[in-house]
Structures are given as structure tokens and as C-alpha cells.
């Protein structure tokens, strides 16, 4: 399974962006699916996560209220739709599918990973 990420770019405080996780191919549609970012010299840390069939979503704190997770099995498409971002939310984000239906929230409980996207968020 391959996973495009898209949808990043450089906006302002405030602002609205909406990233976009394909994959290859449907056998992901019985997986979940998480979205983790990473900051210049910061480890990677997660952000949200879908289970299989979207009726559970899980979000860290620090984006609870902002970020929305969804997804669409049909076109085995993720998306997360960012609003009023903040100059700490500039980071690459990646998109990984999980091994098991409900998500984790540790990197390591994902088997295939995105390229990455850059989200840029200026003060």
C-alpha cells in the first residue's frame, strides 16, 4: 500500500488548510488511519486518527477544536481539514494507515507511511 499525502502549503495564522491521504489501493479501508506531524528539530508526534469505518476519531489536545479528521472509503481517501491554525502548527504532516481497525496513538502501531507534506503557518 502506497499513501500520497497533499494539501500543504503556507498560509497565515488563522487561516484554513485541508490535507488529503490516498491510498494505492482499498484494502486500507478496513484500517485505521492517523495523521502525525513533525516540527524542525521535534520528533514526530501524533495528531489525529480514524478508525476503519469513521466512527471513532481521536485528536491530541492541542488540536481539539481545530483539526477534523474524515474519511471516505470509497475514494480510500483521508482527509484532515485544519482551521484556525497556529504558527505552532507549521510542521511536515504525514499520513500513515495503522495495522489494526480502531488506531493507536504510537507510531509504532503503523505499517505504511505518506511522503509528507509541508504546512507553514506564518504569525
Known amino acids: 500500500v502506497q499513501l500520497q499525502a497533499s494539501g500543504g502549503g503556507l498560509v497565515q495564522a488563522g487561516g484554513s488548510l485541508s490535507l488529503s491521504c490516498v491510498a494505492s489501493?482499498?484494502?486500507?479501508?478496513?484500517?485505521?488511519v492517523g495523521w502525525f506531524r513533525q516540527a524542525p528539530g521535534k520528533e514526530r508526534e501524533f495528531v489525529a486518527v480514524?478508525?476503519?469505518?469513521?466512527?471513532?476519531?481521536t485528536y491530541t489536545d492541542s488540536v481539539k477544536g481545530r483539526f477534523t479528521i474524515s474519511r471516505d472509503n470509497a475514494k480510500s481517501t483521508v482527509y484532515l481539514r485544519m482551521d484556525s491554525l497556529k504558527p505552532e502548527d507549521t510542521a511536515v504532516y504525514y499520513c500513515?494507515?495503522?495495522?489494526?481497525?480502531?488506531?493507536?496513538?504510537?507510531?509504532?502501531?503503523?505499517?505504511?507511511w505518506g511522503q509528507g507534506t509541508q504546512v507553514t503557518v506564518s504569525s
Open positions: 500513515a494507515q495503522a495495522r489494526g481497525a480502531l488506531g493507536s496513538l504510537t507510531s509504532r502501531d503503523y505499517q505504511y
Open positions: 489501493r482499498r484494502t486500507g479501508s478496513n484500517n485505521a
Open positions: 480514524i478508525s476503519w469505518n469513521g466512527g471513532r476519531t
